[in-house]
């Protein structure tokens, strides 16, 4: 019973903050990029690959942002 709990509650934090938060920065960041012509409209993907690598760019994005704003000057 504690695992099947305990899997819910990460499923559900992994769908927030992974498809929540990351796609939409990546979202943004590849619109920006590619001038308007990519991703395409707002979570109007029909390929879950799509979803997964926009917000795996939002991650990437926000990785590099925390560790540049990190650094000692």
Do not use: C, K, N
């Amino acid at each position: 019973m504690v695992e099947l709990l305990a899997s819910v509650f990460i499923s559900v934090v992994v769908e927030l903050i992974f498809y929540g938060v990351f796609y939409s920065i990546g979202w943004g960041f590849i619109r920006v990029i590619t001038l308007g012509r990519y991703p395409g409209p707002w979570r109007a993907s029909t390929h879950v690959v799509d979803l997964e690598l926009v917000a795996l760019t939002g991650l990437v994005v926000s990785i590099v942002a925390v560790v540049v704003v990190l650094q000692p000057f």
